[in-house]
């Protein structure tokens, strides 16, 4: 991987691993679910291709570990290269974020759907806010006092709560754009 740029799956799945050894499996769940699902958007398809090419450059290792009546798992582990590579591939201008919402596709066609829709949207992005800040509530109490991971989930909750309040202060005027019911607009 001489002068070659990580994929940002490759990178993430360098960063789970720089905490310590993992299944792909473990990898997978982690970077999907699990703490490290914030950073990049990574899919269960993308992880062991991604495992597979760091493990062809040298940057991970892999053992197979025997379960008593179940298969054997492979267990991945990081190099020196890889740790390395993935100091260098942390230390380029990270780019930008990349936000995508189903919600605010929604919004965007307020005006063609009815009122009750738009309402059922905004309830469901509250419920989706309240619960990726109980995740992060979890995460910090989780951090073992890493002032960084505890910044991480501050500007997380920063993220979080001013969509909140966005929500909280102007709901009703993308609620307003949309149609009555059928019903509603006969009478």
Known sequence: ???????????????????????????????????????????????YPALARLAADGLVTSR??????RPARKVYSITEAGRDALLKALSE???PDVFR???????KFAQDLPAS???AAVA???RHIAE??????????????????AWVI???????????????????ELIAIGHPPIADAAE
């Not at 990580?6 to 310590?20: E, F, K, Q, W, Y």
Request: charged share 25%; proline share 6%.
């Open 101 to 107: 919402s189903r919600f605010l596709l929604v919004a």
């Open 117 to 119: 829709v738009l309402a």
């Open 64 to 69: 197979e570990e025997t379960q008593p009546g």
């Open 154 to 172: 501050d500007y997380g909750r920063a993220c979080m709560t001013t969509s909140l309040k966005q929500l909280d202060e102007r709901a009703d």
């Open 93 to 95: 201008p990270p780019g």
């Open 1 to 47: 991987m001489p002068g070659e740029a990580l994929s940002p799956v490759s990178t993430l799945c360098l960063a789970i691993l720089h905490r310590g050894d993992a299944t792909g499996y473990e990898i997978k769940k982690e970077s999907v679910d699990g703490n490290d699902s914030y950073f990049i958007d990574a899919s269960y398809g993308s992880i």
């Open 132 to 149: 990726e800040l109980a995740h992060l509530d979890r995460i910090a109490a989780d951090c073992c006092g890493k002032p960084s991971v």
């Open 124 to 126: 469901e992005r509250r």
